[in-house]
């Protein structure tokens, strides 16, 4: 018998008063696994992460972590569980250091020296984070925001980290770095749900790939056989 | 002539802390709920009566309980310490009764108004059921130990006065310390700056709430029992006018801003002392004058942000 999945998704449904975000969702993401979650504007995509996380409510379906149905239970249990999310459009706290930042991400933990020992991490990950480390966070660049965003993430010591769009209003120099810094982290065996509208960038690094719709999946697969996919290449990966 | 001016001066900083610490009371709650607690001068009434009974004073004849009194008073400095506490814990009950029902109905922020206001409405009325309506003074002996004037650079001034502002800037300083450097305090913070990323990282913001709260009702209780010593307990109603007055200097600081609300207390107490005796009547009115002009040059008030953000 194998090990159930990290995270798995029943149905799942969202809605937005009348409007249905998300319809049905079946989704798995395995340990140590990268999924990527595509598609247009208004797919349904954040919407998936913000309901893994209790942020909005789960209308129908279940939510399992490692088997155990864990649907509708608080964003605070969530973390504690080990899923770290690191939310659309950044969200650093503008008005504490990088430092406090940090700190604040390992807030439901209580061992003072491993802590320590992944911020340090973090900082070994991203340099720019520790030459920055004393500096209100609103002052940092998008870019560095973004790294930012994401080493809070880890300071909860996550076993599966959503990411929201990480790549959004980056310059492409930066979409590689931080795309090769989850790649860095994948290789460590971090598992993640990598939600991106870039998602050529996103598979080049993924395992797999989900493509929604309107809420529901319209195309799974394989990251290189999505890449390959001429019908995907037309209607989602853009020129890119 | 001297003297006279740094009394002054004394006189305003010491009101304008009181003020200062009913600012930060509203600043509190404002920023994590975005509403304004309007029991909280409720909260400083009773922590005025609180600090009374605490030091063994009895209640009156027209009280509930005529002649009632703790068997055995406290000194000044630990009755104002328990009921700044206790004020702190009644503002969770009201955070408990007027707050988290709408909280959970995610109500409009308006029916906070009404619902904080009633609150702070049966708690003057408990407290004149309690009391009665006429108004208390502390006992001489309330401040004894401390020397009824200092010598400051050749000038004899109240003590009382330098006592209210050094409690005050004490609890200032401690609660931006802790606001700045503490685990806690930073908590707060981030959930008052985004309570959703507060929530992604594991904070529990219902927690952080009523922190908020217990803070704000200790800050208003620690004002009331510092106005109770150095004038008197006029009645059930006093805090009200403070409360007024606090939410002028959160205005007139710029909403939400914790500098804000400590510039806004000096500044209105300060203008409030320069009043001459004879023209008091006018004190009220220079107050609002003031606020008026500030918000008509800077409409997010002195330190307040552009936007409308929260701490």
Not at chain 1, 84 to 97: F, I, T
Not at chain 1, 100 to 123: H, K
Not at chain 2, 110 to 129: D, E
């Amino acid at each position: 018998m194998t090990a159930p999945p990290l995270l798995e998704l029943q149905g799942l449904v969202v809605r937005y008063g009348a409007v249905t975000a998300v319809r049905g969702l079946d989704l798995q993401v395995r340990s140590g696994e990268l999924v990527a979650l595509l598609g247009a504007n208004g797919a349904g995509k954040s919407t998936t992460l913000r309901a893994i996380s209790s942020l909005v409510p789960v209308v129908g379906g279940r939510v399992l972590w490692q088997g155990v149905e864990r649907t509708g239970c608080r964003t605070e249990t969530t973390v504690r569980l080990g899923i770290g999310h690191c939310p659309e459009g950044r969200r650093v706290l503008a008005r504490q250091s990088v430092a406090t930042n940090l700190e604040l991400g390992a807030w439901l933990r209580r061992d003072r020296a491993g802590i320590a020992a992944d911020l340090e991490r973090c900082y070994g990950l991203f340099p720019r984070l520790a030459e920055r480390r004393r500096q209100l966070a609103g002052n940092l660049s998008g870019g560095e925001q973004q790294m930012l965003a994401i080493a809070r993430a880890l300071m909860g010591r996550p076993s599966l980290l959503l990411l929201d769009e990480p790549s959004l209003g980056l310059a492409p120099k930066l979409v590689a770095e931080v795309m090769a810094a989850l790649a860095a982290l994948h290789q460590e065996g971090l598992s993640m749900l990598l939600v991106e509208q870039n998602a050529t960038a996103a598979l080049e690094i993924a395992d797999r790939g989900v493509v929604l719709e309107s809420g529901s999946i319209s195309l799974e697969g394989t990251a290189d056989a999505l890449l390959a996919d001429a019908g995907l290449r037309a209607s989602y990966l853009g020129s890119g | 002539m001297i003297e006279a001016l740094l009394q002054t001066l004394l006189n305003g900083a010491a009101s304008g802390g009181v003020y200062a610490l009913v600012a930060l009371g509203y600043t509190l709650v404002f920023s994590v709920l975005g509403v304004i607690n309007f029991a909280l001068g409720a909260l400083f009434s009773l922590g005025g009566y609180l600090t009374y009974l605490l030091m063994g004073g009895r209640i009156s004849a027209n009280g509930g309980l005529p002649g009632w009194g703790l068997p055995q008073g406290l000194s000044f400095t630990p009755a104002l310490l328990l009921a700044a506490l206790l004020t702190g814990l009644v503002s969770l009950v009201v955070e408990r009764l007027a707050f988290a029902p709408l909280r959970r109905r995610r109500a409009e922020p308006l029916l906070y108004l009404i619902t904080s206001l009633g609150a702070g409405l049966v708690l003057v009325n408990l407290l004149q059921m309690l009391m009665g309506a006429e108004g208390y003074a502390f006992p001489a002996t309330a401040l004894a130990g401390l020397p009824d004037a200092l010598q400051v650079a050749g000038a004899r001034i109240r003590s009382v006065q330098v006592l209210l502002l050094a409690v005050c800037a004490a609890a200032v300083i401690v609660l931006t310390l802790w606001l700045e450097r503490s685990r806690s305090g930073r908590a707060l913070k981030a959930v008052a700056e985004d309570a959703t990323t507060a929530r992604l990282l594991g904070i529990d913001s219902g927690a952080m709430l009523r922190l908020a709260f217990l803070l704000s009702g200790a800050l208003a209780g620690l004002g009331g029992g510092l106005i109770g010593v150095s004038i008197s307990l006029p009645g059930p109603y006093m805090g009200i006018s403070y409360g007024l007055k606090g939410l002028a200097v959160l205005v007139l600081g710029g909403l939400g801003s914790v500098p804000g609300a400590i510039a806004g207390g000096l500044l209105m107490g300060l203008a409030e002392a320069l009043v001459p005796g004879d023209a008091s009547g006018w004190r009220d009115a220079l107050a609002f004058a003031i606020l008026f002009l500030v918000l008509l040059l800077r409409p997010s008030g002195l330190l307040g942000r552009r936007q409308v953000e929260k701490v």
